[in-house]
DNA sequence: GATTACATGTAAGTTGTTACATGATTAA
DNA sequence: TTAATCATGTAACAACTTACATGTAATC
């Protein structure tokens, strides 16, 4: 006999709702603002999809962490403005100071290299010359990123130039070890 | 007036399947050692929850990619060994050739410094310095696995060794990244 | 007039985790 | 005999994506 209790798993807090609070921060922003920053400056290390945008940002509404600015009369688009309120800030900070929870990423790429011996290794090579190929043109891509910003000036901006520099020193990394691997692999007969 | 359409999402081809087909590759396994070993030797580039792994197992079996090896009346645990099937094995191989797909990872660590304006600059060091910490006891334990891994050969050994060194550029990179981050924030009287 | 970009949102699905249950075997 | 580990599995939920609908505004 045993007591069957409720199941009650613990939330994973969702960190959507501290992506948008960050950005708000910034300035006041509607989703379709948000969805492109995070696309366009983001992207590298965070995404986020309109099914949880939105729904998220009525959450955050309802919970009064963001407020809605509605739009004056001469403002011709229908777009939502969204601005952070002093509770959201208090939230933000909180999570800002909290602790980092581990999250393991899923490498593709990684997991068939792992079984490589099952294919030839020609194939195996060209898998690793592609990823350098595309860890390649993204740090061009970080480099003129680097550039512009370089020349801004903002209170974010040399946070968020740091960030870029983690992924400048991550592509690196990547493309010195597919090159290292290569050379490992054509060194081999079989 | 519209045609409303069925909406019919395109499934993301399920990974965890072919996790489970490259491990059986290297020797028939239960479900136990193949969550065991995912935990101890792919934890840093893959993961797989039991909730994943058994419907899989159950599935490959349905659709003949894995068989089930009745236990011998000698062995006396109650453990299901799983093979790989010359079917599964073809279509293994189909993924390991196919173009790998982009998958955006999500780092929390990152994203919360991309806001450190919010926060105080000491703050931010902080969790950097805990980044590295944490960063060079993994270092630590990738060099102990490389020693490991050097003195043993197999087929699949140096395709592993490849794994690992990417694990090993990723995170000197990383600790490079902090030790720079850390300086730079220091140099700032704010 | 047509096309592209702006802008908000949702239905339906897949993916993945957590927290259990259940029972066998092994070691102290 | 008690505890730890081995071993398989599931219910409930949270997280996330895709593929749409719907409409406005700007531009070619």
């Known amino acids: 006999m045993s007591f069957r209790h409720k199941i009650i798993p613990m939330k994973t807090p969702n960190k959507t709702k501290f992506a948008i609070l960050g950005l708000l921060t910034i300035e006041p922003l509607s989703g379709y603002d ?9 992207s590298y290390f965070w995404a986020e999809s309109n099914g949880q945008l939105y729904p998220a940002l009525q959450e955050l509404t309802k919970s009064k962490w963001i407020s809605l600015k509605k ?7 229908a777009r939502k403005l969204y601005s952070i309120t002093d509770l959201g ?25 792992f079984f490589g011996t099952n294919i030839d290794k020609e194939e195996c090579m060209q898998h690793l010359k592609n990823r350098r190929a595309r860890m390649k043109s993204r740090l061009t891509e970080f480099q003129s990123i680097l550039h512009q910003l370089q020349k801004r000036s903002s209170p974010h901006h040399l ?32």
């Open 34 to 42: 948000i969805k492109k920053f995070i696309d366009q400056t983001l």
């Open 89 to 113: 800030l208090l939230e933000l900070k909180k999570w800002l100071r909290s602790e980092e929870e581990k999250s393991v990423h899923r490498d593709e790429g990684l997991l068939k290299l």
């Open 159 to 190: 946070y968020w130039l740091l960030t870029l520099y983690n992924g400048i020193h991550s592509v690196k990394a990547e493309i010195r070890w597919c090159n290292q691997s290569i050379k490992i692999l054509e060194g081999r007969s079989s």
């Open 71 to 77: 739009p004056s009369f001469k403002e011709k688009k």
